[in-house]
T-cell receptor, first 110, second 113 residues
């Protein structure tokens, strides 16, 4: 079946640093989505990407849809303590189903 | 709009009991998904509906699990009988077809003793 590899699994960063995480797929996706999950809550959509090469920003967050359509990255600039959480990538190959990465746990040292 | 609504937020029950989880999607979003999240397996899709019709239930772990969507504004996921290994957080999500994005509810944390 479809495989999504998300890395890194977890990271500690210093407040103010930039963060980068990425996902790679064994399949070509038509849509890439990035979510953030806070403890005790459901995943919240951060950014949606629809075309190969697309670069989209949402405040300090920037995500790109890879040219091969098999990868995507998410960057967070100037991290702050409230960036702590789990970040998930998700891809849609066809139909309505999403495939999710295992998540990147972000911990910030204040 | 209040977003996707799930109830209860927490459920503790004993093995063998029936558990019913409820979901109200955002009005106008025609696809609904049930996920299960555990540390070991991450987010797993259990079943999804389009226009109230079950499309793919291949993720439902076994016959003890069933899901219904009697109308566009309500869905249930039932576990009967429940087992300790069913302990997890269960999420309902819906899909905005205009933006091809899914929106999650806050989840139900189920503990089966």
């Amino acid at each position: 079946g479809q495989q999504l590899n998300q890395s890194p699994q977890s990271m500690f960063i210093q407040e103010g640093e930039d963060v980068s995480m990425n996902c790679t797929s064994s399949s070509i996706f038509n849509t890439w989505l990035w979510y953030k999950q806070d403890p005790g809550e459901g995943p919240v959509l951060l950014i949606a990407l629809y075309k190969a090469g697309e670069l989209t920003s949402n405040g300090r967050l920037t995500a790109q849809f890879g040219i091969t359509r098999k990868d995507s990255f998410l960057n967070i600039s100037a991290s702050i303590p409230s960036d702590v959480g789990i970040y998930f990538c998700a891809g849609r190959e066809y139909g309505n189903k999403l495939v999710f990465g295992a998540g990147t746990i972000l911990r910030v040292k204040s | 709009d209040a977003g996707v609504i799930q109830s209860p937020r927490h459920e503790v029950t004993e093995m063998g009991q029936e558990v019913t989880l409820r979901c109200k999607p955002i009005s106008g979003h025609n696809s609904l998904f049930w996920y299960r999240q555990t540390m070991m397996r991450g987010l797993e899709l259990l079943i999804y509906f389009n226009n109230n019709v079950p499309i793919d239930d291949s993720g439902m772990p076994e016959d003890r699990f069933s899901a219904k969507m009697p109308n566009a504004s309500f869905s249930t996921l039932k576990i009967q009988p429940s087992e300790p290994r069913d302990s997890a957080v269960y999420f309902c999500a819906d899909r905005d077809s205009l933006t091809d994005t899914q929106y999650f509810g806050p989840g139900t944390r189920l503990t089966v003793l």
